[in-house]
């Protein structure tokens, strides 16, 4: 077969290769099902469901009660069964009626049955900021769950990689948060195959090679950290960013090799400074690879106040010109 | 009629009288199957005082009793059928050992050691749960999965056990919700044992029973003795049956209250007399479960005093045994936590069990253990 033939191609947007890697797996495997509030006839709030139900039926593509730590709950017991259930929970700040469930039967259960059951089910729910939402639509609380042993936890930023690793967590004999950036659920358009693959879940990608400092950044803000290497690039400033596309398990490898490259970093995420994931990467950092160091590592963070209404929130939110300040401190010190 | 289509106003539902008197109708079970219920109920009592014994010892850690409960324990484990499942709290020691979890499972569990939770394949059972009602929608989401892989039909029912305090939280509401919406094949087992810790039954719902709150679910419940165990097998039995074969226009769940009483403390770190009286202990325990049984089965002829003699050596035996296998078990070999974190050890944690491996090689495992 020529790689023509098979690397058919669709262009599609961040939601939409959500939807397509849930069909996928769907054809491919009669265990797989989705379960949520709105996931059915109305194809979910933000349309990720879209047309699954026309397509599976309503034993496959459930609309539930408005209960989350039911539809958690019920679908660690579905999952405990054998099935691969994929409950959807609408909004991230939304989850915590169901966090017990989350953390003391999702990540737990095959730690407290020796093995005997497991939990092949993804937990989906849309993180973030920057659409203008109301109060507890924007939060970006990813240390919660990286911080609880058990789960895994992916967050993706481009088409390609959003179905590739919303593939291979369905196929993960492990429990896996998919936090899935909102903020460019619609923002532009990537090439996805058509078909099933796999992106590994655990390998970050470099997303621009760089010599100067190397950024570190996942999900929603992999754009406008991108957007600021191109801004330095012209100032010759020559930055490297790697995107972790998961955060638990993160990969250290790539993280600390690529700082050994360039001696200096910036990490950049949404979710508050303290206790956030930027804290862990410069610890590792300092354990690591500390000889190579030739600056203060920056963090470009949200900040630790709650989530603002949205008058405020693009101050709130790290954008391109504040991972670029970030970026030339960490370059001209 | 069905023992499960009641009003709030008949009562419990009752088959032996507090003396061991028959009261209602006795379920159709063959002598052998009637000294089987006897003797796990003999059985999970010695088990617990040796368990509450050992813990004062300090042979083992914190031990929740169940002394009081064989009758709700036993009396619906044995209702169930081989391929029915069993989703337990943390009490349920007695119905367990009805399907096969061994007693030094139990025992290794609460002596801190996690080979405890390893339930045997053919045990239909799932490990305990012990936040408060969180296993509730499980045994929902596991009837379920039952009922979508066999295409709505399904010949197993799941049997999920919680307390009268568990009737207070969001996952009890929202596990029945689920069940009554999608018509699993469950039955929700609430041993209301009137205490959650020190909080009455009365602080826990302004309901006149826990019972009716399954009319807010659309299905069945029912309010039984459950310190009589003929009534328990009786009404769980009715309950398996619906969940699996429901009449014309029937749900499938059922909710049971047995209305009981713990004897003991709710953990062994607890220290009942604070918040009870002697007195209401003592109304309680003229109601046991075991003596009203054994009368019963003596007015049938079906027990004498050897045979009971017997079985209480056997029980000893059994639980003595049980005991000499769980403290001759060697303590688990201490890299095992890096294990049944995921199918595959991740970076990180491999990472982490070489450090541990190494230090363990440097230092001994003497500069660990607090002894």
Known sequence: MSTQEQEATQNLTLVQSVRDALATEMELDDDVLVMGEDVGKNGGVFRATEGLYDEFGEDRVIDTPLAESGIIGTAVGMAAMGLKPIPEIQFSGFAYPGFDQIVSHMARLRTRSRSRYTLPMVLRMPYGGGIRAPEHHSESKEAFYTHEAGLKVVMPSTPYDTKGLLISAIRDPDPVVFMEPKLIYRAFRGDVPEGDYEVPIGEAKTRREGSDVSVFTYGAMSRPTLEAAEELAEEGIDAEVVDLRTVSPMDREAIVESFKKTGRACVVHEAPKTGGLAGEITATLQEEALLYQEAPIKRVTGYDVPYPLYALEDYYLPNAARVADGIKEAVEF | ?371
């Open chain 2, 1 to 371: 009629m069905s023992t499960l289509e009641r009003d709030p106003g008949d009562g419990m539902v009752q088959v032996l009288d507090e003396e061991g008197g028959v009261v209602g109708d006795v379920p159709d079970l063959s002598e052998e199957e009637f000294v089987a219920m006897y003797r796990h109920m003999k059985l999970a009592r010695h088990f617990d005082e040796r368990a509450v014994s050992l813990q004062r010892q300090g042979r083992m850690g914190t031990y929740p009793p169940l002394s009081g409960q064989e009758g709700a324990q036993v009396g619906s484990a044995l209702a169930l059928a081989e391929d029915d499942w069993m989703i337990p709290s943390y009490r349920e020691h007695g119905a367990a050992l009805v399907r096969g979890l061994p007693l030094k499972q139990t025992l290794l569990y609460w002596m801190g050691d996690e080979r405890g939770s390893l339930i045997p394949e053919d045990a239909n059972v799932f490990t305990p749960a012990v936040p408060i009602a969180s296993q509730v929608p499980h045994a929902t989401g596991m009837a379920w999965a039952d009922k979508l892989k066999n295409d709505g039909d399904t010949d197993r029912a799941f049997i999920c056990y919680f307390g009268d305090g568990a009737t207070s939280e969001g996952d009890f509401h929202e596990g029945l919700n689920f069940a009554g919406v999608f018509d699993t094949p469950n039955v929700f087992f609430c041993n209301n044992n009137q205490w959650a810790i020190s909080v009455p039954r009365e602080r826990q719902t302004a309901s006149e029973t826990l019972a009716q709150k399954a009319v807010a679910y659309g299905f069945e419940g029912v309010q039984i003795d459950g310190m009589d165990p003929l009534a328990v097998y009786k009404a769980t039995t009715e309950a398996l049956e619906k969940a699996k074969n429901p009449g014309e226009g029937e749900r499938r769940p059922t909710l049971i209250e047995a209305v009981q009483y713990r004897f003991g403390a709710h953990t062994t770190a607890d220290d009942p007399s604070v918040y009870r009286e002697d007195e209401e202990v003592e109304k309680w325990k003229a109601k046991d479960p075991i003596p009203r049984l054994e009368r019963f089965l003596r007015n049938q002829g079906i027990l004498d005093d050897d045979r009971v003699a017997a079985v209480e050596e056997s029980v000893r035996e059994e639980v003595a045994d049980a005991i000499d296998a769980a403290e001759s078990t060697v303590r688990p070999d201490p890299s095992s936590m890096f294990e049944h974190v995921f199918a595959e050890q991740t970076p990180e944690i491999r990472r982490q069990a070489e450090e541990f491996a190494r230090l363990r090689e440097e230092y001994g495992d003497d500069a660990f253990v607090e002894e």
